[in-house]
């Protein structure tokens, strides 16, 4: 269809007030701070920044505290995403085949995701403290140990109660996606595989996780971007303590930028970071891909 020039002019004019925002916060910031990660940039040269090519990307690889930071970061990721998607599944089936109550079970499942990251952290924090509710059931309840025990006062202690978090949280984001993607399913195929002798476990396996796979791999992509987003877990359960040993990637941009002033580090840092989660989605996809081509 071919448009006069008033029209065109009136398309540009709705379009306009969109894209204006779109490149001023988020094309404009992106290429500042790719152009920032080549340079000096801290609290003392805010006026005056030395090029300085690509050091700022070296500091950041051969920097044994983002190593420590990557590391938590990809275990976390590594043992969240499973588990939130295989128990999220799991509720979603449950749920559907149920006839009453739906609506109930769907509210009491997803209330975890609407609450505050910073409120639920804070209640975490208070539960698993060195003399929080965890330690005092264990030691004045049911007697198992006489001491407290310092779950956050250890890498992996603190680590796990942040996954733990992240797990009791997700729940209930894949459960209202699986769910979704269960009533699309068709009932015919379910009907015909019963009339074929077809079990529970074979009609599962054939038929509903092939029906879903489109919503497993968008469901695996955004947790995957989401497990390297955690923040305000880690940065309020832990601190990052003992020693930087429980910082994640984005608490240790954060430490660099505002603690230490190295703006140009943590802008090489967020482009690494970029570039790692570009390359795992590109696998994923063709993974899924094979898999439905093989």
Known sequence: MKLNGKSKAQILGLLFPGIFIFGMFTVYPIVRLFWMSFFKWDFGSFLNQEFIGFRNYADVLSDENFRIAFTNTIVYTLVTVPAQMLLGLLVALLIHSVSHFKIGFRVAYYLPVITSWVIASLVFKYVFNTEGL??????????????????????????????????????????????????????????????????????FWYITLPGIKATILFALVMLTIGGFNVYTSTKLITGGKPGHDTEVVLTWMYYKAFSNGKFGYSAALSFIIAVVLGILAVVQFRLMKAKDEG
């Open 134 to 203: 965890l330690n005092y059931f264990l030691t004045n309840v049911i007697h198992v140990t006489s001491q407290n025990i310092r779950w956050l006062d250890s890498r992996w202690g603190g680590m796990t109660v942040a996954m733990l978090l992240g797990i009791w949280k997700g729940i209930g984001w894949n459960m209202v996606v699986f769910l979704a993607a269960l009533q699309t399913v068709p009932l015919e195929l379910y009907e015909s595989a019963s009339l074929d002798g077809a079990g529970s476990f074979r009609k």
